[in-house]
């Protein structure tokens, strides 16, 4: 099932080189649709991705509502006429969007029209794409599961974690998110997160020096 899922599915990753952050394009391969996680400051690049591949996106999916994850979004729905979802205990991040440095003055209010909620299956083109809510960087941060692998948004880092000082955030909501939602899922998971590198979530609970499984301690 995994290689055959990876076989389905093509990931592509647009990073935005001010803050680093991953802009995530999944395809099917066998269809011109496409899925756009986190489209930020890097959207122009989005974009040129998209048309040079052909693809359309369908939907965007949004991991939380930091600026620098959702300032794209504007641009591609008015490219596509898609629509945008979001956790709803983070639409309250949504006001502060144009408070990042680099963010245009003119950029439009970004607008979600569908709220994501926990345990949720996304069902797209046959596949299932799993909603994890994991509270912590944001009161509404999610992650997502795409088969054998998890998009992490800011929640979990390769060797690192989100911010958990800024509004809406939490030190031990975002503890008891990495132990209890994400540590628990298979070991060899592939995590994307919104910012570096992928990961394994073997190679977190071993290695992350903010939060060790217990058994590694």
Same mark, same amino acid.
Do not use: K, M, W
């Given at each position: 099932m995994t290689d055959t899922l990876r076989d389905l599915v093509e990931l592509a990753i647009v990073v935005d080189p001010t803050f680093d952050q991953n802009c995530y394009v999944l395809r099917r391969r066998d269809t011109t649709d496409?899925?756009?996680?986190?489209p930020?400051? $890097?959207?122009?690049? !989005?974009l040129a991705l998209l048309d040079k591949r052909g693809l359309r996106c369908e939907r965007i999916l949004?991991? @939380?509502? *930091?600026? =620098? *994850? &959702?300032?794209?979004?504007?641009a591609l729905k008015a490219t596509f006429g898609c629509e945008a979802a979001i956790h709803p205990d =983070?639409? %309250? $991040? #949504? %006001?502060? &969007? @144009?408070? #990042? /440095?680099?963010?245009?003055d003119d950029l439009p209010d970004v607008v979600c029209e569908q709220d994501l909620k926990d345990g949720e299956m996304l069902r797209w083109h046959e596949l299932d794409i799993e909603v994890v809510h994991t509270p912590g960087h944001t009161r509404g941060s999610v992650?997502?599961?795409?088969? /054998?692998d998890l998009?992490?948004?800011? !929640? #979990? +880092?390769?060797?690192?974690?989100?911010?958990?000082?800024?509004p809406g955030g939490s030190w031990p909501a975002l503890? +008891?998110?990495? %132990? @209890?939602?994400?540590?628990?899922? /298979?070991?060899e998971t592939v995590v994307y997160p919104g910012h570096g590198q992928r990961t394994t979530v073997d190679a977190e609970m071993r290695g992350n020096p903010f939060v060790v499984h217990p058994r590694y301690r």
């Open positions: 496409a899925l756009v996680v986190d930020g400051l $890097q959207y122009p690049q !989005t949004l991991t @939380h509502g *930091h600026p =620098d *994850h &959702v300032s794209g979004v504007p =983070d639409r %309250e $991040q #949504l %006001e502060a &969007v @144009h408070y #990042l /440095p680099g963010v245009p992650c997502f599961r795409v088969g /054998p998009l992490s948004g800011d !929640t #979990l +880092f390769n060797r690192g974690v989100g911010r958990a000082d800024l503890i +008891f998110s990495i %132990e @209890h939602r994400i540590y628990t899922l /298979p070991p």
